[in-house]
Structures are given as C-alpha cells and as structure tokens.
C-alpha cells in the first residue's frame, strides 16, 4: 500500500488532513444508522423500481472504442426526463450491462467514462436530476455548492434521494432498451455492473445495497463517506457548502445520516473495487476510506496518491485503474449470452 504523501499545494488547509498513514486511514469507521435506514432506502428503491420509464433512443450521435453512441431520455420518479448516453456494441450482441454515474461537475458528453470495462457491454450514462445539459430543470440548481443543498431540510425531498433514485430508472431503461439484459436481477439472468466517481461514487454507496439487479461496482473516491466526521473537516468540494449549511442549521445532522454513503455501504454486499486517495482537497481521504472499511461483502482496494487534484504519476496510476477494473469485473460479471 501507498505511504502518506507531501504534494505541494496552495490550499489553506491539509488535503491528507493529519492521516499521516493508510492505516489510519483503514480506521475510519462509519457512523451509526438511524433505526428505519433499511426501511427508508428499500421504500424508495420500491417507488423507482415501478416507475414506467419510457426510454426514447435517438440517433448514433459518435462511434468510437469499438462502441456507437446514441442520446437517450427516459422518465424517474416525480414524473421528470432525463437525458444522457447509451453506448451499444458496434458489432455483436450485448454481452454485458454497466450503469455509469458521473462526478459533481455533470456530464456534458461521454469522456473516459467509455468504452465500458468489458467487451460486448452495453452502457448508460445518465446525467441525474438537475446535472448536465441533458438534465436541467427548472427549480434544481446546476451548480454543485448548490445542488447538494436542493431539498437538505428533509429526507423525503433530499436532492440526493432522488438522484440515487436517478440511477435505479436508468438501469431500468437500460433493461429495457436491450434485450439481452431484460432478465437482469432474475434467476439465472445477468447482473449488471456499476461504475461511479466521486458524487457517482457516493450515489452508487447509497442505491445499490437495494437493487438485485447488480452484480460488482467500481467506486472511485466515493463522496458522502461519514457525514459526522465530513462536518469538521474543511474542503474544496460540495461539502463546504453542506458544512456551512451545518453551521447555521445543525439540525440537518438528522436528515444527512440518511445520505451517508458509509452507512449505506455497510448494507453493501456485492464485490465492490474502490479506489481511494490519500490526499483529496474536495472529497477528504477518510469518508472515502469510511466507504471501502464499511462494505459489507467482497471488497478490493486501490489506494491512489491524489484524487481531484494533478500529479505526477496519475496517468500511470489511472492505467493501473483501468486494468484491475477490466479484471475485476471479468472475474465477477457473467456474460448475458
């Protein structure tokens, strides 16, 4: 494993935040759940999953990596449309599902994001509530530092809810819009494979413990990791806004234990690769670590020197990345045909 690192920076505060080894880091526990956590998060997955998603394929809109990508729009829950990417073999049948969540920043077009881990795979790549071109809407900011609070004064209108929410109907409009994986999530079918990224990290923590649908998932620098220990640590990302929030509404520690993405992964059995960072000046190193000491089932770890910020040594590590990932999912994804 990866020793501390001394990156230089001009932060005004510690990116490592005083976790001078992994082993600290390996330490960070996640909090407690509140009694009706289980109950709150299965209702939810329960309204998703009945949700009519109505997904509409457009046209080939870029084939590149062996894959052609389309646009696409299906309904979540409220009733909204929501946009993004289907990428589909160019030849042969699909093989393989993947939901791929994306960062607080949105998504404005499929980047590395493609081609999927695996050969024959099908992808969707949604952009959730209120991120991203394809899903604006009125109402819900666009910005992160402001998204993150849409809703936070109740778990029933969390923003982050019903993003997670987001992810459950686009891997029901995936099933959908591919025959090869209608079946997925039923005996003898095939599961499906998530891929997420800092806030697609945190999401996929919080919605896959409830969907039998998935088989393994990659978790990238998971964000929501620890919410009691995320409120004291300073950082450049979506959590300042939250701490800030904290501060003039402490209460919101009641609503935010039901979006702890290391709590839910305690609930998490399904083989789970995260990559975590030991130095993060926006999502800090030990909600991440809080994420991957929590699950519940077959884990693999990958400790990378930096996330959200540029190093020397991030290309080959990301390569490192990439090759386990591919391997990790070919050993605990079985093909659909």
């Known amino acids: 494993m990866a020793s501390s690192v001394a990156l230089s920076h001009g932060f005004p505060f510690d990116p490592a935040y005083g976790y001078d080894a992994p082993e600290a880091l390996l330490a960070v526990p996640a909090p407690p759940a509140p009694d009706d956590f289980d109950a709150f998060w299965r209702g939810r997955y329960a309204r998703a999953h009945a949700v009519g998603t109505r997904p509409v394929l457009g046209p080939v809109e870029e084939e590149r990596d062996g894959v052609r990508i389309h646009g696409v729009t299906f309904t979540s829950v409220g009733g909204v449309r929501l946009g993004g990417w289907l990428a589909l073999p160019a030849e042969g049948p699909v093989r393989y599902g993947f939901v791929v969540g994306h960062g607080y920043g949105g998504r404005q077009r499929p980047g590395r994001d493609l081609p999927a881990p695996l050969p024959g795979a099908a992808a969707i790549l949604p952009c959730v509530r209120g991120m991203g071109e394809r899903s604006r809407m009125p109402g819900i900011p666009d910005v992160a530092d402001t998204h993150v609070l849409h809703g936070i004064g109740s778990r029933e209108t969390y923003v982050i809810g019903d993003c997670a929410a987001d992810l459950w109907c686009a891997a029901s409009a995936l099933t959908e819009l591919v025959p090869e994986l209608a079946r997925a999530g039923l005996p003898g079918g095939p599961r499906l494979g998530y891929l997420g990224e ?140």
């Open 198 to 337: 800092s806030f697609g990290g945190g999401l996929g923590a919080l919605a896959l413990p409830w969907d039998d649908r998935f088989g393994a998932a990659q978790l990238t620098v998971p964000t929501f990791g620890n919410h009691p220990l995320r409120l004291t640590l300073p950082c450049a990302g979506s959590g300042e806004a939250v701490r800030a929030h904290h501060r003039e509404d402490p209460e919101v520690t009641g609503v935010l234990r039901y979006f702890d993405a290391a709590t839910a992964a305690g609930r998490l059995t399904l083989p789970t690769l995260v990559a975590a960072a030991l130095f993060d000046p926006s999502v800090p190193p030990p909600g991440q670590f809080a994420v991957h000491n929590a699950l519940a089932g077959e884990r693999e770890l990958q400790v990378l020197t930096a996330g959200h910020f540029a190093y020397r040594g991030m290309v080959s590590e990301a390569a490192e990345l990439d090759a386990r990932r591919t391997r990790f999912f070919g050993e605990r994804l079985a093909p659909a045909v």
